[in-house]
Each structure stands twice: as C-alpha cells, then as structure tokens.
C-alpha cells in the first residue's frame, strides 16, 4: 500500500513478542510533519520496547515499520535508525568525564561516543549552529564532568540533531532535573519544537505536568497495546488516565499546561 508523503513515520499493527509472552500487541501509529507527541503509560505498558523497535534494537514478530516511506527490512535498518534521534538516560552515562560539550555534538554525526578524531572546520561550524540553536553556546569548551543535568540534556539533544534526525524521541528527559531545572528544560522544549525546520518531537514521559502547548498529540499505552492515540485534546482525559494508571485520577488544564490529582487510595493499599 502507498504511503502519503507527509508520513515523517508510521507503525502498522506491531507485533512483539518473546516465548509465550506478548510484549506489543497490535501497535499502530502514524507521525505526520509538523506534528508532536507525546508518549504515556504506566511501567510496564510497552513504551520502553517501542523505542526499541523504532530504533532497531528489537526485532518485530509482526507489522511493519516505516519512516520516510522506507521500511525496515527492505532498507538498511541502519541507515533507517538515523533518521529516528534518542535522548536517553543511557546514552547521557555513556559520556567521558572530559569530553568537551562541542566534541560530543560533533560525536553525534558519527555516531560515536568519547569522540577522539579531529574536528573538522565543517564540523566545528555545524556543532556551533547547533549550540546556538539549544542555546548552549557558553558551553562548547566546558567539559562533561563541569555540566549541569540541565545543560547534559541539551547537550544530549544536539548531539542527536547533529545527525538530522527527522524525528527526535526524547525519553523522560527531566528524570533527575530538580523542579527549576525541569522547567526551564521543558521551556526549552517548547520553543526548539516551534522552531521551523525542525525535527519532530517526541516525549516519553510519566508526568503529564512535563507535556508543553507545542505537543500536539498523544500515544497512550497500556499493557502493550494502544489505549488512545490522536489529537492531544481527544487522547487525554480523566478517563483515560485513569484507565492507563488502573487508578482514579482527575486531569486538569490551565493556561495550556495539564496537573493531575490521584483520589486517595482505600485503606490498605500501598
């Protein structure tokens, strides 16, 4: 079947599974240009595997994966995994103490980490732009061991736009940022995903206070399957939150930022 152009990516009917157990269960999803999203779900409910399968670290019993068009397993899934930017916990341990903020942007069009060749002019000019565009370029001769959370995160995230991603999955980027450092990354996030020509965003995340106005739509997950998925207003509600987290919560919005109230449990329950 023909895709439509506009498809930045699309997830047709994923299946995942391991022996008996069923990891993803009929995974659809379609990301068009000038969309964002933001990806929610209880531990447990398959977002971890996703990205996975997005990135080709986890091999689909079922369905298909398509970015640009172009699927995976008719094109080199390594070339296909370019076009999809991770921001992780994992990658940002993976850091060398003195590594300079402008070498490991420059790492990322390599895709290589403790980067150790020479930085090419062409580079340098490119890593720069990119520090502007974070707005980090105060940072390009700080070493690693010398950033705040804050600025790693931002760090983190130019590294993958030095590959040109398409799409950048940012997964629960504020985890360890304390209350004023997490703001002002999600601040951040706002306007880098209102900047024209820029990558797709995605945010994997747990806490809907973190899902700025620029996040157009939302993936809900549970048990490995979709619990909804399309335009933020239709995809996130009390009833759906309370259904992802099996428990009853109230969500609440004002001035273009979400806060969620859990009811009390019952008496005996941890």
Avoid at 199 to 225: D, N, Q, R, W, Y
Wanted: aromatic share 6%.
């Amino acid at each position: 079947m023909k895709r439509k152009q506009n498809a930045v990516l699309e997830i047709r009917d994923l299946h995942v599974r391991r022996g008996k157990t069923l990891i993803l269960s009929g995974i659809s999803w379609r990301v068009e240009r000038g969309q964002h999203w933001v990806i929610l779900g209880a531990n447990g409910s398959g977002k971890t595997s996703l990205l996975s399968a997005l990135t080709g670290y986890l091999t689909p019993s079922g369905g298909e994966i398509a970015v640009l068009g172009r699927r995976y397993g008719e094109t080199d899934w390594r070339e296909l995994r370019k076009r999809i930017g991770l921001v992780s916990s994992s990658v940002r341990q993976l850091m060398s103490e003195s590594e300079l903020a402008l070498h490991t942007i420059v790492s990322g069009k390599y895709a290589m980490i403790d980067f150790w060749g020479r930085v090419t002019p062409l580079d340098r000019a490119r890593a720069m732009r990119i520090l502007k565009q974070i707005e980090c370029e105060y940072l390009a001769e700080r070493p690693w061991a010398f950033l705040s959370q804050g600025e790693r995160q931002r760090v983190v995230i130019g590294r993958a736009l030095m590959a040109n991603p398409q799409v950048l999955i940012l997964d629960e980027p504020c985890a360890g940022l304390d209350p004023v450092a997490r703001e002002h990354f999600l601040q951040f996030l706002e306007r880098l995903g209102r900047r024209k020509k820029g990558p797709t965003l995605a945010l994997v995340t747990h806490h809907v206070e973190e899902i700025m106005p620029v996040f157009s739509h939302a993936l809900l997950l549970k048990a490995g399957a979709v619990l909804a998925n399309g335009r933020k207003k239709d995809a996130l509600g009390s009833r759906s939150l309370s259904d992802a987290f099996k428990s009853s919560v109230s969500l609440r919005k004002t001035n273009g930022r979400y806060s969620l109230t859990v009811a009390p449990a019952a008496r005996g329950v941890v």
